[in-house]
Every structure is written in C-alpha cells, then in structure tokens.
C-alpha cells in the first residue's frame, strides 16, 4: 500500500516504509524532511554520499557497494573534514539501506547492498 506525503506543497508517494515509488520524485527538500523523521541533520558527507549513489544509480539501475561509494567518493569526503569511519557512522538506522531511502532510490534495490 503506498502512503502520500506532503513536503513544500508537493505530494509525494512512498510505500509504507517510507521509500519513494518513483526516484524522480526527489528533491533536496525530500531528503532533509526523510532525515529529520529520522532525527538526523544531513551533513556535507551524507550529501556527498547521497547525491553520488543518486548519481550511480541513475546510470546503473543499481546502488553501489558501500565499498565502491568509499573508493569512488573517499577523497572528496576527507577534503570535507569525513573521515571513513565517519561515513560508516553517518547513517546509522543500517547504513546502506537508511542512505538508499534518504536518496530516494527504490526499495527493492536497496535490500541488495
């Protein structure tokens, strides 16, 4: 069954566990209000990290590894004062799976890594 949320005036459907049906609904707003339900502040780190599994996602029709996110975006999180073990702590209602939701990418997807 999925639920609708409104976030700015935009109704957004999620499925009732909180994931978007459709990835091209997300926006910025969607993410920091996801958060928040979450009671977590989104960081440079957690943007980083969600705005480049949106990224490899939209070319790959799959998340990364959590592996492949620390290789491919390690240097750009140390630049912004992270650390990798801050990254692993960043997320922590399960880490890959919490990231998955907060970028808006599909449920079914996000069980994998």
Not at 14 to 27: A, E, R, S
Not at 35 to 59: G, I, K, V
Not at 66 to 92: D, R, Y
Request: proline fraction near 4%.
């Amino acid at each position: 069954m999925n639920n609708i949320i409104k976030i700015k005036g935009q109704e957004i459907h999620i499925n009732k566990d909180g994931y978007l049906i459709n990835f091209d609904d997300w926006n910025e707003d969607i993410a920091k209000e996801m958060a928040a339900t979450d009671q977590l502040e989104l960081s440079e780190c957690h943007w980083l990290t969600l705005n480049f599994l949106r990224d490899f996602f939209r070319e790959y029709e799959v998340p990364p590894s959590p592996h492949i996110v620390k290789k491919e975006i390690g240097e750009k999180i140390s630049s912004w004062g992270c650390t990798n073990k801050t990254l692993e702590k960043a997320f922590p209602m399960g880490g890959c799976k919490q990231a998955c939701r907060l970028a808006g990418l599909p449920e079914h997807y996000c069980h994998a890594c």
